[in-house]
Nanobody, 120 residues
């Protein structure tokens, strides 16, 4: 069982930056690939970024490539999402998720989400 708690969301102006954090419980964090997803009002949840268990491999949605960076610190059981050059279209609830497989089609564990609002 893995419990995930996101933090770092908030209100930011377009062009600004935020860093989201996701703290995981348990001693097996390094066994899981981690992902970030987001869901805007009235839209389906969409993939944002994922990182392998070691952190050596990452993968991004085209919409955030070059602006967002996913990273992890296995010693701190935490995964991060650095978001730069934010746009109003990035407004959404952001969720982190964990799965044993990198680039999994379905993730086993989810956090409760953190709201990111980008004003124009």
């Amino acid at each position: 069982q893995v419990q995930l708690v996101e933090s770092g969301g908030g209100l930011v102006q377009a062009g600004g930056s935020l860093r989201l954090s996701c703290a995981a419980s348990g001693r097996t964090f390094s066994s899981y690939a981690m992902g970030w997803f987001r869901q805007a009002p009235g839209k389906e949840r969409e993939f944002v970024a994922t990182i392998s268990r070691s952190g050596a491999s990452t993968y991004y949605a085209d919409s955030v490539k070059g602006r967002f960076t996913i990273s992890r610190d296995n010693a701190k059981n935490t995964v991060y999402l650095q978001m730069n050059s934010l746009k109003p279209a990035d407004t959404a609830v952001y969720y982190c998720a964990a799965d044993l497989n990198f680039r999994s089609a379905e993730y086993d564990y989810w956090g409760q989400g953190t709201q990111v609002t980008v004003s124009s």
